[in-house]
């Protein structure tokens, strides 16, 4: 019992150490995600959700691409983190430099 306690603590602790700007601003990653369309029209936004809390606000040319053709897809995506996450609603920005792989359903 305790141990599996510890074992969440510890998960939880990396995680949101990896999500909230462990990845500074200016560096470049390589991320697997959903691609999502988020908001309300007019103020919608094209995202990648990594996991349950974590997304991404993809900018750039080839976030209209994902908009278009990717929607509920999971992909892998290369890019560059331009601004940190400002809280629920505000995610990371980041501009996407690459579509790395694109995975398939089985």
Not at 28 to 52: D, E, M, N
Not at 67 to 75: A, G
Request: charged share 20%; with cysteine; aromatic share 6%.
């Amino acid at each position: 019992m305790i141990r599996s306690l510890f074992m969440t603590a510890g998960i939880a602790a990396s995680l949101m150490l990896w999500g909230c700007g462990a990845v500074g601003i200016g560096n470049s990653i390589t991320v697997k995600g959903k691609v999502l369309v988020k908001g309300q029209v007019p103020r919608t936004f094209v995202a990648l959700k990594v996991h349950s809390r974590l997304y991404y606000n993809l900018v750039g040319p080839l976030s209209r691409t994902l908009k278009s053709s990717y929607q509920n897809k999971t992909i892998t995506i290369e890019g560059k983190i331009i601004s940190k996450a400002l809280g629920p609603g505000m995610p990371a920005r980041l501009h996407v430099t690459d579509i790395v792989e694109i995975h398939r359903r089985r």
